[in-house]
């Protein structure tokens, strides 16, 4: 056999084709007509146990993957569903929440502002009483101050109006006579 195969060429080689089948056809052995039957039989027995095998081991397992996505993906899409409900619940309460404390905050906002107001009003009243106190003795200070003046003034006015009359005259005028005319001028 190792001379077949040393490339030697001739009746040797031809030979060799007789001794391992003594096959002269030629043709491609799955499209000789003599090897039909037992082709097809070989066929339909490979076909049937590649059926039993996939149905009975791969399709199981591919289907239970199939299955187990199936049931991944609904339970993910439940869990979304519930995580949604709660999320839009927890916007619910936070906006509500929002809103009473806008309310509380406008609340303590206008009690703040009315007790500023009246805390305001008391001290503007308190104010206003020590103002008008201080009016009343400023008033009093002033009343008893100008009688003083006026009472000096007609001591002032007469002391003057002597003077006056000496320096223009040379004579010095009788006190009664003076005091009546201040009297009379400061009258009318």
């Known amino acids: 056999m190792a001379e077949s195969h040393g ?17 002269h056809g030629g043709g491609f052995p799955p499209f000789e007509s003599s090897t039909f039957a037992s ?7 490979f076909f049937v146990l590649l059926y039993v095998i996939v ?3 791969a399709l199981p397992k591919v289907g239970g993957a199939i299955e187990a996505r199936q049931n991944k993906i609904e339970g993910d899409l439940t869990e979304a569903q519930t995580l949604k409900d709660q999320s839009e619940a927890a916007l619910k309460a936070y906006e509500g929440e929002l809103a009473s404390a806008r309310t509380r905050a406008q609340a303590i906002g206008n009690e703040s502002r009315d007790k500023a107001n009246a805390q305001a009003e008391a001290e503007r009243k308190a104010l206003e009483e020590q103002l008008a106190a201080k009016l009343a003795e400023a008033e009093k200070t002033i009343a008893s101050t100008r009688t003083t003046a006026m009472s ?3 001591g002032i006015a ?3 109006a002597g003077q006056i009359v000496q320096q223009l005259t040379g004579v010095v005028p009788d006190v009664a006579s003076v005091n009546a005319a201040v009297d009379a001028s400061l009258k009318g």
């Open 7 to 23: 490339g030697a060429k001739g009746p040797a080689a031809g030979a060799h084709t007789e001794a391992d089948g003594g096959h």
């Open 152 to 154: 000096n003034v007609r």
């Open 39 to 45: 082709q097809l039989v070989s066929l339909a027995i």
């Open 158 to 160: 007469a002391d003057a």
């Open 55 to 57: 149905s009975k081991l």
